[in-house]
């Protein structure tokens, strides 16, 4: 999970179907002539030069919201300072202690673990990819026990996601027998 | 989203769980710009071109004009594919964009479960209680609605009350949100063998 802007994503898509059916409305009301606009005619410099500088900014304006897209992880779950300078934990310990934890979990087939910052507070996303017809309850649960053992360790209530998935890596492990 | 979380611990949970649950649009925002890009660039540079009286790359803006000001069939088919396209990137923005996820109430975690995890917690209350084989029993798990399909071993009886009690009991344990209503179909041809 990323700290893209969603309202921003929905309105820029929105404004490029704007552009695309003004600009085909225009070529269908010339065909039409349902209602009378005089034709754009010829460009003369001055136009030729706006659409250029136009188009030139847009260019630029697009290339940096892609570039800027997915930002919002970070490495760092947890910092502390004290006197002696600052000390910090990084994501990847807490996934190896939560992966440790979960290893015993007959349904569970995979985790990984990356932070990312929601509103400037680091939050740990657990992905928990589970076997077919897998027992939720006793998953989350689990879960629920290696992060309490995550808090007790760091002495601090990180807030976590938990994402139990059903990847391909699910579908093709093999079914647990059920006793 | 009304996901109404009992307990008080998952409010700050809000953000991240809406977030989770519904699509960031990223992907179809960065196809959109690319090919806009592509687009602007050509018509930037065309435009420059023309300004120098040099030769154009494909069309001339003029030319351009001039097609747009009397398209001919071409151009009623291509201002039709513009304008569906149009529609769909309309759709695309104004789409609620959820993914299939439901949010299971914690107290510490804020929980998300793929309906396809949700479907498979579904599938394996109905074959615990009907003693079938788990290859005969699917589950389908919808926003609102999940749906067990058992097939029975032919000649012998399937007792579709109690799976439907199973099964309910397992999606009441897990309480997903929003919430599901679950119903078992019990198939009317059985299957031989096991």
Same mark, same amino acid.
Request: aromatic share 2%.
């Given at each position: 999970?990323?700290?893209?802007?969603?309202?921003?994503?929905?309105? #820029?898509?929105?404004?490029?179907?704007?552009?695309? #059916?003004?600009?085909?409305?225009?070529?269908?009301?010339?065909?039409?002539?349902?209602?009378?606009?005089?034709?754009?005619?010829?460009?003369?410099? *001055?136009?030729?030069?706006?659409?250029?500088?136009? $188009?030139?900014?847009?260019?630029?304006?697009?290339? $940096?919201?892609?570039? *800027? %897209?997915?930002?919002?992880?970070?490495?760092?779950?947890?910092a502390a300072n004290d006197d002696e300078g600052t000390?910090? #934990?990084?994501?990847r310990v807490a996934a190896d202690l939560i992966s440790?934890?979960? $290893?015993?979990?007959?349904?569970?087939?995979?985790?990984?673990? +990356?932070?990312?910052?929601?509103?400037?507070?680091?939050?740990?996303?657990? *992905?928990?990819?589970?076997?077919?017809?897998?027992?939720?309850?006793?998953?989350?649960?689990?879960?629920? %026990?290696?992060?309490?053992?995550?808090?007790? *360790?760091?002495?601090?209530?990180?807030?976590?996601?938990? +994402? =139990?998935?059903?990847? =391909?890596?699910?579908?093709?492990?093999?079914?647990?027998?059920?006793? | 989203?009304?996901?109404?979380?009992?307990?008080?611990?998952?409010?700050?949970? !809000? !953000?991240?769980?809406?977030?989770?649950?519904? !699509?960031?649009?990223?992907?179809?925002?960065?196809?959109?710009?690319?090919?806009?890009?592509?687009?602007?660039?050509?018509?930037?540079?065309?435009?420059?071109?023309?300004? @120098?009286?040099?030769?154009?790359?494909?069309?001339?803006?003029?030319?351009?004009?001039? @097609?747009?000001?009397?398209?001919?069939?071409?151009?009623?088919?291509?201002?039709?594919?513009?304008?569906l396209l149009g529609v769909v990137l309309v759709a695309?923005?104004?789409?609620? /964009? &959820?993914?299939?996820?439901?949010?299971?109430?914690?107290?510490?975690?804020?929980?998300?479960?793929?309906?396809?995890?949700?479907?498979?917690?579904?599938?394996?209350?109905?074959?615990?209680?009907?003693?079938?084989?788990?290859? &005969?029993?699917?589950?389908?798990?919808?926003?609102?609605?999940?749906?067990?399909?058992?097939?029975?071993?032919?000649?012998?009886?399937?007792?579709?009350?109690?799976?439907?009690?199973?099964?309910?009991?397992?999606?009441?344990?897990?309480?997903?949100?929003?919430?599901? !209503?679950?119903?078992?179909?019990?198939?009317?041809? /059985?299957?031989?063998?096991?």
């Amino acid at each position: 999970m990323t700290n893209s802007n969603r309202a921003l994503n929905r309105l #820029i898509i929105a404004l490029i179907a704007l552009a695309l #059916i003004v600009i085909a409305a225009w070529m269908l009301n010339r065909v039409t002539g349902l209602v009378a606009i005089d034709a754009l005619g010829e460009p003369d410099k *001055t136009a030729l030069w706006i659409a250029a500088g136009a $188009s030139l900014a847009l260019v630029v304006a697009s290339i $940096s919201w892609i570039a *800027t %897209r997915g930002r919002g992880h970070t490495r760092t779950l947890l910092a502390a300072n004290d006197d002696e300078g600052t000390g910090t #934990i990084e994501a990847r310990v807490a996934a190896d202690l939560i992966s440790d934890d979960l $290893s015993r979990v007959p349904d569970i087939v995979d985790v990984s673990a +990356h932070a990312f910052l929601v509103r400037g507070q680091a939050t740990l996303e657990l *992905t928990v990819t589970t076997r077919r017809a897998a027992d939720v309850r006793l998953v989350v649960d689990s879960v629920g %026990r290696a992060v309490a053992a995550l808090d007790r *360790t760091l002495d601090s209530r990180i807030p976590v996601l938990l +994402h =139990v998935a059903s990847g =391909v890596r699910a579908n093709l492990a093999r079914e647990q027998r059920v006793r | 989203m009304s996901t109404d979380l009992a307990s008080s611990a998952a409010a700050p949970y !809000r !953000r991240v769980l809406r977030r989770s649950q519904h !699509r960031s649009r990223s992907t179809a925002v960065v196809i959109a710009l690319v090919a806009l890009i592509v687009v602007l660039a050509w018509v930037g540079t065309e435009s420059v071109l023309a300004v @120098f009286g040099l030769a154009p790359l494909l069309v001339a803006p003029a030319a351009l004009l001039h @097609f747009i000001d009397n398209p001919d069939s071409i151009g009623t088919a291509a201002a039709s594919a513009l304008a569906l396209l149009g529609v769909v990137l309309v759709a695309v923005a104004l789409s609620p /964009g &959820r993914r299939a996820r439901h949010a299971l109430p914690d107290d510490r975690m804020a929980v998300v479960i793929d309906d396809g995890v949700l479907a498979g917690a579904m599938v394996r209350a109905a074959v615990r209680e009907s003693r079938l084989p788990a290859s &005969r029993v699917t589950a389908v798990v919808s926003r609102r609605q999940g749906t067990v399909t058992v097939v029975p071993t032919s000649g012998s009886l399937v007792n579709a009350a109690a799976i439907t009690r199973a099964v309910e009991t397992a999606v009441a344990a897990l309480d997903p949100q929003p919430q599901i !209503r679950a119903t078992v179909n019990v198939s009317e041809r /059985g299957v031989v063998g096991s």
